[in-house]
Nanobody
Framework: QVQLVESGGGSVQAGGSLRLSCAAS????????MGWFRQAPGKEREFVAA????????YYTDSVKGRFTISRDNAKNTVYLQMNSLEPEDTGVYYC??????????????????WGQGTQVTVSS
């Protein structure tokens, strides 16, 4: 079992940056594919980014490509989401997720995984 705790959210103006962190408990972090999802007010939760446990590939939703970077540090049991050039449309609660289900780009792989409590990101224009 994995427990996930997100941090790093906050309020910024458009064009600003934030770095989200997700700390995972347990000694098997390296066996998990890790992802970030977000949920804006009144909208469904959507996929943002993911990184495979093998480090060999990262995935992004089109709207954040070139602005967000996902990375992981297995020695620290932590996954990060560096968010640059933030836009008001990026506002929402950001959730970290982990799954041992093989991941090849389908967000549904995380549906039955572990989820954090979320961290709020607010971008003002």
């Amino acid at each position: 079992q994995v427990q996930l705790v997100e941090s790093g959210g906050g309020s910024v103006q458009a064009g600003g940056s934030l770095r989200l962190s997700c700390a995972a408990s347990g000694r098997t972090f390296s066996t998990y594919n890790m992802g970030w999802f977000r949920q804006a007010p009144g909208k469904e939760r959507e996929f943002v980014a993911a990184i495979r446990r093998s480090f060999d590939r990262t995935y992004y939703t089109d709207s954040v490509k070139g602005r967000f970077t996902i990375s992981r540090d297995n020695a620290k049991n932590t996954v990060y989401l560096q968010m640059n050039s933030l836009e008001p449309e990026d506002t929402g609660v950001y959730y970290c997720t982990a799954t041992q289900t093989p991941y090849n780009g389908l967000a549904s792989a995380f549906e039955n995984g572990y989820w954090g409590q979320g961290t709020q990101v607010t971008v003002s224009s």
